[in-house]
């Protein structure tokens, strides 16, 4: 079950790339470009050691995040009704919900971090349980509570295949974004050119894993309410 969701997230994936595209490269350009005017999130010293965090690009970053994240789940909603729709499209009704967004996505982010503090896997298995809260939000009108409240419920009888599914998709755009960025290093060398360039192209590798949590969503809804 787990290879065979995966294997349809990677179909409706690759057969929608281009309209995915439309809307991960903008938001992943508009945020590689703040890193190169306020600095990079990461702050290396000259030998290359961490040794630091910038704060307001990790804010301003962050605060972009549930904006993006709304719209590719607009145009997720759009393709599977078989219209994919443009950027202001898709990003309007995004914008309208944005402060409900911004709610759901620090809730979520708050109980992620809190099971951090007991151990990796209660953090995993939080994400995939309250993943689907964004796509109720959207999608179904739940304010950011009842969102993460019937997004907990109705990820309950896929979890396992669900968490599964979401760590195998999150390590294959992780190998997948490792190749893409020593490609263009080596081709290009590195640059603010470049490093745009493999932000892009990782922004949209990125866009599987939430293909995947879309897709469950759908198979979770009754079959009456789809369409």
Known sequence: MILQRLKEALFFWRRHLAALFLISAPFTLVGEVLQLVIGPVLVTGDDGTLIGFNALSMTTLMLLRPLAEGALIVQMAHIQQGRARGLLACT?????????????????????????????????????????????????GDGPINALQNGFLRSS?????????????????????LVANSLVM??????????????????????????VAFRFWVL?????GRG
């Open 220 to 224: 979770a809804e009754p079959e009456a």
């Open 157 to 177: 009888a896929s979890q396992w295949p669900l968490l599964a599914a979401l760590l195998l998709s999150f390590l294959l755009v992780l190998v997948l974004s």
């Open 92 to 140: 309007l009704p995004a914008l309208a919900r944005y402060p409900f967004l911004l709610a759901t996505y620090f809730m979520l982010a708050l109980a992620v971090s809190l099971g951090w503090f007991l151990l990796i896997f209660p953090a995993l298995w939080l994400y995939a349980r309250l993943c689907f809260a964004p796509f109720q939000l959207m999608l179904r």
């Open 186 to 211: 080596s081709l290009l060398g590195e640059n603010a050119g470049s490093l745009i360039l493999t932000g892009v192209i990782s922004g949209l590798l990125a866009t599987l894993v939430n293909v």
